[in-house]
């Protein structure tokens, strides 16, 4: 793959990553959360494991799911999903969020 090629793709998917509010919910973070989920001084959450997050991962409940891409679970609905950056996003592709 060219350098061009590659730095374009980079860029899109850091500009997708900066969509991201970070609220926490597709985590779980309105009502069973992930256990990586954490919260940071200004009340946005992240992940203590983000670069290897995929995978097996388990609630604070207990509750045993898969980590995977949020692309993929945007059919999905989670608790105040209406939040998701992405969610709103997706209906209007052409309309950039920020
Ligand atoms: S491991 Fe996955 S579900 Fe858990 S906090 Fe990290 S990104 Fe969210
Ligand atoms: S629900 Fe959407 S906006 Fe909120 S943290 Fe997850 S991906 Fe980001």
Same mark, same amino acid.
């Not at 105040?80 to 998701?84: G, P, R, S």
């Given at each position: 793959m060219g350098s061009e090629l590659k730095d374009y793709l980079r860029l899109k998917e850091e500009e997708w990553e900066d969509m991201?509010?970070?609220?926490g919910g597709c985590c779980g973070a309105f009502d069973d959360p992930c256990e990586h989920l954490c919260k940071d001084g200004n009340g946005k959450y992240y992940c @203590?494991?983000?670069?290897?997050?995929?995978g097996r991962r388990r609630t604070v409940s207990g509750e045993v799911f898969d980590c995977v891409p949020v692309k993929k679970i945007l059919d999905r609905h989670w608790k105040? @999903?209406?939040?998701?950056a992405y969610k709103q996003y997706r209906p209007f592709p052409w309309f950039k969020l920020k």
């Open positions: 991201c509010i970070r609220c @203590d494991i983000y670069l290897h997050r995929f105040n @999903d209406f939040l998701c």
